[in-house]
Every structure is written in structure tokens, then in C-alpha cells.
């Protein structure tokens, strides 16, 4: 069992506490997690990095070592395990949402916010970093594809908001978000005068 910092064990019991980051590989989960701490101030924490942690090992060394199974497992133990004292920014793996114990725990600990994109776009970023353990087949392509139109309906599902990344900067993304949970009332510690100067000349774009 993991030990982290400031953190305690057990389910949140208090929704909305938390922003928690879904979506596809490529959506740029990790970048627009590091731009939500920076603005907000909160705490991040990545499961792909709690994963990896308690393997010792780096996620495609997981998946070529145990197999996706291990790995979804384990996935899911840091998510049973994750309960944040203060409002956090998690950041998830494109397939957590493949688990229906997954989602429980995800609505818990907080705002889902949905990071999409089209597919074109998604690919082409997932496919820069040439480590993604589930593209190393043959055809990258239509992997990515079948992966794609199997988690679509999963993240409209359990998304609270959704924010199409495919051409806007981390920040932009990041601003569209805290945009959005504003109007749903959830209102993080944003320095007010950053936000609004960041907010005023970026477009966001509409939810779903």
C-alpha cells in the first residue's frame, strides 16, 4: 500500500471536492494538470504515477512485464486508495474509465472534467512520445481508432464537463475548464486578477 504525503487512506466522502481529469491518450491530461496547479495552487496527482510507483517500474514496462490486466488492477487499488485531505487536480489514465468501479470511485473524489479532442489530433500528440504500450502493435492507427470509439460513450458518460483540446494551447484549455466550473459553482483558489486577465482574450469553448 502506497504511503503519500499529506494524503489519507480511504473514499472521499464529500463530491465536488477535487478536479479529476479524464480522456484519450493525446488529450493532454498530464500538461493541462500541471497548468490547472500552477493556476489554482492545488495539489496534483497523477494514478499513472501512483501506478508505477508501487511496480518500481515505468508504465510500458508494467504492460511488457504483467500484462494491462496487472495494470488495470493496480489502477484501480490507487484509486481505492486515493483520498485527498484538501482539494487536489488528478490526473488519470486514458483507460481508467474502462472499469465501473473506477467510475464510482472517480465521482467521488470530484468534478470530472473531460478532456476530447478529434481523433486526428489525439493520435497524432499520443503518437510523439512512441512509448504508449497499448500502440505498438502493428497498426498504431486503427488501434488507436477501435481504443477510441470504445472509450467515447465511457467519457461522455461519467464526464461533469468536457473540453474539446484539439486547437487550443494547455493554458487556453486550462482557463476553459476553470471557466466552466465556475459556472457550476465550484470555485477553486484562482488568483482573481490572473484569471480574469487570462480569461478576458481566450475563447471557451461551449459545453456539452
Not at 12 to 24: F, T
Not at 47 to 54: L, N
Request: proline fraction near 4%; aromatic fraction near 6%; include cysteine.
Amino acid at each position: 500500500m502506497l504511503e503519500l504525503e499529506a494524503w489519507s487512506l480511504g473514499i472521499v466522502n464529500q463530491p465536488g471536492k477535487s478536479i479529476v481529469l479524464i480522456g484519450m491518450m493525446g488529450a493532454g491530461k498530464s500538461c493541462v494538470g500541471r497548468c490547472l496547479q500552477q493556476r489554482t495552487k492545488l495539489a496534483l496527482v497523477d494514478t499513472d504515477d501512483i501506478v508505477a510507483s508501487k511496480f518500481g517500474i515505468s508504465i510500458p514496462e508494467i504492460f511488457s512485464k504483467y500484462g494491462e490486466q496487472d495494470f488495470r488492477e493496480a489502477e484501480t487499488q490507487a484509486l481505492r486508495e486515493l483520498a485527498p485531505v484538501r482539494p487536489t487536480i488528478i490526473v488519470t489514465g486514458g483507460g481508467i474509465v474502462l472499469c465501473e468501479t473506477n467510475v464510482d470511485f472517480l465521482k467521488r473524489l470530484g468534478v470530472i472534467v473531460w478532456l476530447d479532442g478529434n481523433e486526428e489530433t489525439l493520435f497524432e500528440r499520443a503518437s510523439r512520445a512512441r512509448t504508449r504500450p497499448l500502440l505498438k502493435g502493428e497498426n498504431p492507427r486503427e488501434t488507436f481508432t477501435q481504443l477510441l470509439q470504445l472509450r467515447l460513450p465511457l467519457y461522455a458518460k461519467v464526464a461533469h464537463v468536457r473540453v474539446d483540446t484539439s486547437v487550443l494551447t494547455d493554458e487556453e484549455v486550462t482557463v476553459a475548464i476553470l471557466s466552466k466550473l465556475r459556472k457550476l459553482g465550484r470555485n477553486w483558489r484562482v488568483e482573481s486578477s490572473a484569471f480574469a486577465e487570462a480569461t478576458a482574450d481566450k475563447p471557451v469553448p461551449a459545453t456539452r
